[in-house]
């Protein structure tokens, strides 16, 4: 436990850690202590001296830089004084002579009140802060340096020459606060430091895009468009001059129309497991962990590149854990010193649902994690040493097949499908159904089963919004309920057994019920809804006519299984049926059961062009619309 000091800060008494610097404590209570040379993802530099403060112990006054000076009890620190204020209008003046045109230093300049630089003007751009080396030094390859000594000095490369090791991360560049490091984005490529980088470049197969616009909605640098054609139908486009190849598109979406060809996404084999687990890390190229000096790396561990770790898609990492992998590892960086800030944001959100995922389908605790590793040259490597050293044996009995894909959100679902098949694995269903706020089914009380809810939920749930499937089951335990039924949620077969007595529901099932006994308290007329029911759906035909809503009748459902690369046809005929169901005047449309409604949802979601409102619906959920409608309004009758 980190010991805790009490110091004072600008007269008034505060909590610190022991050897905490000023600076940090300071940001943390609100005050603002100007720095160039600082940043919180880099050991502190103390360049500038922009950041000097006051530091007094008993009658002992010293003045210390406020980025690496570390607290210890009992002292007191004056974050601002007029020796203070005048020591940095001085240092301000300086480097502003030294680089005019930089912005940052314009705008301390203005907080000063200084109107013109008093001293020789240098017009140069790099103040020496010394950020751009350290942040190379500390993620990179040190392929740049401080060159030169006294007046001369400067920051490059030997002879202003292309530097062999440069990995063409962009920190330097990115963190660099006066544009003096310059880079370029070209068509399918990175420059900086006279070198040219290949992008991993996303491209859109038209034949098989359904413009649902998840893409465009997860891109960290909203680079897809999604455009109406003009036979009315949607097209995601990516243009090539602005993607920056972080991937993120690619492991979102739902046809597998999208292709990142300088990807590599085929997995390595699994390491034998004799000296111990096996772990797979998947990291971008800037980690330097199969470069030119390549790490030691513990027994059992294989790294595997991505352009960046934004890429770590579904697929991949439960592709990962099927083919024997004890546990995978999603490295990260602290997203202001790469040039593809904001990639891994949507690698956190996929290894925390793929993390729960798997604890679901019965592998355990913490098969997939994401780490942001220490600054430091050996930072990642040491990550992944202290990781592998807290890693567990899987439960899986058996690794799958080589010919189980792991390319898309389809294959995806296959490989949730086949973990469900091994015997050797117990589902914990349980963990979603607590997650989600709602009641397990106890020992003796009726049941509603869950079917594959909580892996699509995990799985699909950004994809499917604004609906959420654990709503869908909320409905289904009120529809229950409302019904006289006293209910929980039911896991798999295998931890249900047990239960003595109780009925099990599906969430199919419920509709013969509704059927049945009919709703127990009915909305007015004037607030039923009109309904859209596929022909040949009598039993629903039946518990809409039981409730008196108006009925509008489409074609069939298209599709039985589940499928998310839906053909152009298959996406077609949804959308006819949406459109003629609003057409005919009808706010909902019932579906037969869960995988309809996923693929549903899908062509109604956020994101996409929407060519209708009708919402999709299964029978509980529709049912615990009207009671709850009916209820809230009281103006509802007895059945």
Known sequence: MTKRVLIELDGRPVEAAHHESILAVAQRHGIEIPTLCHHEALEPGDA???????????????????????????VAVNTTTPAIESHRRMVVELLWARCPEAPALKVLAQRYGLTAPRFNVDAETCILCGLCTRVCESYATTAIAVLNRGEKRSIGTVG???????????????????????????VGS?????????????????????????????????????????????????????????????GVCPAGAIDQPRAKRRLPAVPSKSDGGSLLVLACARANLTGSIPRQLPPGVLVHELPCTGAADPALLLGALAQGFDGVL????????????????????????????????????NRVVFHEPAPGFDGAANAITDHAKTLNRSPLPAPAPADLKTGTLDDALGVVEWFGRQKGLVPAEHIWIADQQL?????????????????????LGPLLKPAELAQVAADGLYLLGELGIDAGLAVSAPSDQGRETGDRFTLDGIDPLVVERGLP???????????????GDELLHRAVSTW????????????????????????????????????????????PNLSQLVQHLLVQRHGGWRRSHVKPLLLPSLSAHLLRNARKSGVGRCA
């Open 48 to 74: 500038c001296r922009l950041c000097l403060v006051e530091v007094m112990r008993g009658e002992r006054r010293k003045l210390v830089t406020a980025c690496n000076y570390p607290v210890e009890e009992g």
């Open 160 to 186: 202003d020459a292309p530097p062999d090791d440069c990995i063409g991360c962009g920190g330097c560049a990115q963190i660099c606060p006066t544009g003096h490091i310059t880079d370029q984005r070209r």
């Open 190 to 250: 990175y420059e900086i430091w006279n070198t040219r980088f290949p992008l991993a470049t996303c491209a859109v197969d038209a034949s098989k895009c359904r413009g649902c616009g998840a893409c465009a909605e997860a891109c960290p640098f909203a680079v897809p468009r999604v455009r109406l054609q003009r036979a009315g139908s949607a097209l995601a486009e990516i243009s090539i001059e602005a993607c920056r190849g972080c991937g993120v598109c690619f």
């Open 330 to 365: 999603v490295l990260g960086r602290h997203q202001e010193t790469c040039r593809l800030n904001g990639g891994e944001t949507a690698a956190r959100e996929v290894v925390d649902r793929v993390n729960r995922l798997a604890r679901l389908v019965g592998l355990g605790e």
């Open 439 to 459: 009641p397990l089914a106890r020992p003796g009380q009726s049941a509603l089963a869950l079917d594959r809810l909580p892996q699509l939920d995990l799985l």
């Open 521 to 535: 308290l009915k909305p007015a007329d004037a607030d039923l809804p009109t309904v859209a029911v596929g022909e």
């Open 548 to 591: 008196g809503c108006p009925i509008v009748e489409l074609a069939p459902a298209p599709l039985l299984e589940l499928t998310l690369a839906l053909g152009r046809d298959d996406l077609q005929r949804i959308e006819e049926r949406l459109v003629q169901a609003g057409q005919q005047g009808a706010q909902f449309l019932l579906l």
